[in-house]
């Protein structure tokens, strides 16, 4: 059996078990439609007690379902098709469904987020944009409080300032709308908080994500970050950017274009050493020297300016390369943005450090129920289950796809793949059938765009721009005798209906104007197309020159395009007909597709540590928040500690040393003429130093007056010490990354020196934190405002 038949049993399989809990589900349905309205809803009530005296979800399924099919019935008029239940049913045992665009994912969802708010532990719907969280939000919210549950929307508007109070509401609603990135900026600022004020969210217990694998797989590679205090900014971007302009490749350095990695070879790196006067540049001395190098590398061979930024009014500013637009505030972090002004002579900007970051991997690996539902998830289904223990399950279609989806049309040269293009869009409009094109990028969109005006064809261009606005025109791309060109962002999630007699012309056309860097891509395009069960159309035109197949299609694919780029051609104009051309194409999106399968493993390595060290410190501060008891103990406890190890490891102290260590850490008006013990007697100057944290404690309570908030005081310190170091730790790893990177050229088991050093600097990191501890009683201050209130100062 092929792995392809394989899959196809399995799922087969698992839909058994479904149909079955599905027939039972119908066979409530008479019974459920039969209630009143009062008596439907009261189910919810109903449905609780029954799991507060011990049943469990799987006990109060079938009867759950069924009623809240029939809400959906009364309340939107639309009664869940069985394929939906089915798919709804998946979700709540935890798979990743895929359905076919336009079979009604959104209200397949109310079902197992109706099932499992129940739990009163609240059900997140993840959505990829703030128009669509709210759409769905609005349009399901109706049926949610007919049975009784509350829907919150997490995402705001622009200018909206929400506060910690606001967003508790919105989390402990039964339900909530947000989009991935709200959700994964909640959760760090949640974890920013230094009170339970500023706390809000609630353990996270289920989510569905929509269009799963472009949220779990294709944006996972680019970690949330909130940035903070800028970093000292460094002197070493003008000289490693001199310094990098005097290599040549091969040489001195190798850049791998496929892989996008650039590094000194071994004579760069001896180099290196001759230049800057060096012994060793891999010698943890010149750590910040190789960091800097390396950033000036990257800065020059894998940023290309007008494709990946732009520099305006003296300012570097990164495009998003999918869409061509500018990126107005995203900025590149640890130091490779200012290796970009460097290398063009702009005024550097403060390089800031990231305070707290997560991948969207680590995120949804939090909820103990994760789901999700995409149009195309069978392609990924080793990627989802090895990163995320989901399996896919493919949903039936409502009704049979018609859709015609015709082989790849491929020429040599761009020039040739537009004209054909626009010969067929030109006939296809003749007859008034519905186009949609759509092409990979903003620039190519455009193109298209003024092609179709010099041929006096009206047409509407969408490049995600305005994505509310944009789905108010893709909604009516099905009109008879409409053009819509879109990128391959623009319009997603939005139902393309067919207008009056477009069924009998074909139904809708999607044109793509070249293979997109995966097949699931591909696939979602033509879905647009042939929604339950219309007719509809979908056709590739691909060249040789296009930047998948020019920068994956290997040497033979360059070779015959060098070859036969030019007019005098015999078959110029013509389509490439032989097999080994589909052979190219195929292979080619291949090696894209296993490219990025690997940078997303390399980063989930990478993220492995960051991860375990996030969730401890996280934890750490939680339990100082809400669990408040015996601060005292563990702070005099964290003091002995720190002052034993001071000891221990200051053999040779001498008087002076040992001034200067009270002046650092116990009190900067320490001025005693002698010290009051003698300094190679250990246990007396341990004693001697924790009588002065005794006093010193005895005179900040005095101070605070009430037990309450001698304990606050205790509970803040302890929190600012956690949070600066932690602050430097993830910095630390994050310069790590790239430093660990920068040594894949040396050949040495990179991973495997990521995770001790990072083991390392945590151990390092704790240390730090006592000893923060210690200097923040000591050495902070305490200002009462004359009431009650007071502010401490901490060093
Ligand atoms: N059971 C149903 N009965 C009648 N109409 C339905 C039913 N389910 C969904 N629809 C309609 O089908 C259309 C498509 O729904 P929806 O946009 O949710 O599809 P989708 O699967 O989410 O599409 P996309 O993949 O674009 O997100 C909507 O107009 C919706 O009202």
Redesign the pocket.
């Known amino acids: 059996m092929s792995p392809k038949e394989r899959r196809g049993v399995m799922n087969a399989l698992k839909l058994r078990r479904l149909r079955r809990i599905l027939k039972k589900i119908n066979a409530r349905a008479d019974e459920m439609s039969a209630l009143t309205d009062a008596e439907l809803s009261a189910k919810t009530a109903e449905f609780k007690e029954r799991l507060q005296s011990g049943k469990t979800l799987d006990h109060i399924l079938v009867e759950a379902f069924a009623a809240m099919r029939e809400a959906d019935k009364r309340i939107l008029g639309?009664?869940?098709?069985d394929v939906?239940v089915l798919g709804g049913l998946a979700l709540h045992f935890g798979y990743i469904i895929e359905?076919?665009?336009?079979?009604?994912?959104?209200?397949?969802a109310t079902l197992p987020l109706y099932l499992n708010a129940l739990e009163e532990k609240g059900a997140i719907l993840v959505t990829t944009n703030d128009y669509l969280a709210k759409r769905d939000a609005m349009e399901m919210s109706p049926v949610f409080s007919f049975m009784d549950l509350k829907v919150g929307v997490g995402v705001y508007e622009e200018d909206e300032e929400v506060d910690a109070k606001r967003k508790r509401e919105i989390y402990a609603s039964d339900i909530t709308y947000t989009t991935s990135t709200a959700l994964g900026f909640d959760y760090l600022a949640d974890n920013l908080a230094g009170d339970k004020k500023g706390k809000f969210l609630r353990p996270f217990h289920y989510v569905i994500v929509?269009?799963a694998d472009a949220v779990l797989l294709d944006s996972a590679q680019t970690p949330l970050i909130i940035s903070g205090v800028p970093r000292v900014q460094s002197n070493l971007y003008d000289v490693c950017n001199q310094f990098v302009l005097t290599l040549h490749e091969e040489e001195e350095y190798h850049f791998n274009r496929e892989d996008k990695a650039v590094y000194l070879t071994v004579k760069g790196g001896h180099y290196a050493e001759n230049y800057f006067n060096i012994p060793n540049l891999y010698d943890s001395s010149y750590f910040e020297l190789n960091r800097h190098i390396n950033l000036a590398l990257r800065a020059h061979h894998l940023y290309k300016k007008d494709v990946d930024y732009v520099v305006v009014d003296n300012e570097v500013k990164l495009l998003d390369n999918r869409t061509g637009r500018i990126l107005e505030g995203t900025r590149l972090q640890s130091g490779i943005h200012q290796a970009i002004e460097t290398k063009e002579g702009v005024k550097k900007t403060k390089d800031s450090r990231s305070v707290a970051s997560v991948t969207y991997q680590s995120l949804f690996n939090m909820f103990p129920k994760l789901s999700g539902m995409t149009?195309t998830g069978k392609i990924a289904e080793d990627e989802l289950i090895s990163t995320y223990r989901v399996s896919v399950i493919v949903i039936p279609t409502h009704k049979p796809v018609i859709r015609q989806d015709f082989p790849d049309q491929i020429y040599v040269t761009l020039p040739e793949k537009l004209a054909a293009t626009l010969t067929y869009v030109k006939k296809l409009h003749a007859k008034g059938q519905p186009v949609l094109l759509i092409s990979g990028t903003v620039d190519i969109a455009e193109i298209y765009s003024r092609m179709l005006l010099q041929e006096g064809i009206v047409h509407s261009v969408l490049t995600a721009k305005n994505v509310a606005k944009e789905a108010l025109i893709i909604k009516e791309a099905g009109q008879k005798g409409t053009v819509t060109i879109a990128t391959s962002l623009a319009g997603?999630?939005?139902?393309i209906?067919l207008g009056e007699g477009v069924a009998e012309l074909g139904g809708l056309a999607v044109i793509g104007t070249e293979r997109m860097p995966n097949s699931r891509i591909d696939w979602q395009l033509r879905?647009r197309a042939g929604?339950?069960g219309d007719p509809g159309l979908s056709q590739f035109f691909v060249s040789l020159e296009d930047e998948l197949v020019q920068q994956y299609g290997g040497k033979r694919a360059t070779c015959y395009f060098e070859e036969n780029n030019h007019h005098q051609r015999s078959d110029y104009g013509q389509p490439l007909r032989q097999r080994r051309h589909q052979r190219i194409l195929k292979q080619a999106q291949a090696k894209s597709e296993d490219r990025s399968v690997l940078a997303r493993q390399s980063t989930i390595k990478f993220d492995e540590s960051l991860r375990v060290q996030r969730q401890k410190i996280y934890a750490l501060r939680d339990e100082l928040i809400y669990d408040e008891k015996n601060l005292s103990q563990k702070v005099d406890h964290i003091v002995d500690e720190v002052i034993s190890q001071y000891l221990a490891s200051n053999s040779g102290l001498t008087e002076r040393s040992l001034r200067r260590y009270i002046l650092d850490n116990f009190s900067y008006q320490f001025q005693e003429a002698s010290l009051p013990v003698s300094i190679d007697n250990q246990v007396a100057v341990k004693r001697y130093l924790k009588s002065l944290y005794y006093s010193e404690m005895s005179r900040k309570a005095e101070r605070l007056q009430t037990e309450e908030k001698k304990s606050e005081f205790l509970r803040l310190s302890i929190l600012h010490a956690i949070d600066a170091c932690w602050l430097e730790q993830v910095d630390n790893l994050q310069q790590l990354k790239n430093f660990v990177s920068l040594r894949q050229a040396a050949q040495r088991s990179t991973m495997t020196e990521y995770y001790q050093e990072s083991l390392r600097s945590y151990d390092r990191m704790c240390q730090a934190v006592k000893e923060t501890v210690l200097r923040n009683v000591m050495l902070s201050t305490i200002e009462s405002d004359g009431n009650t209130g007071y502010s401490i100062y901490f060093v």
Do not use: C, N, S, V
């Open positions: 639309l009664f869940p098709y939906q359905m076919k665009t336009g079979e009604g994912k959104t209200l397949t929509d269009e149009g997603r999630g939005t139902d209906k879905g929604r339950q």
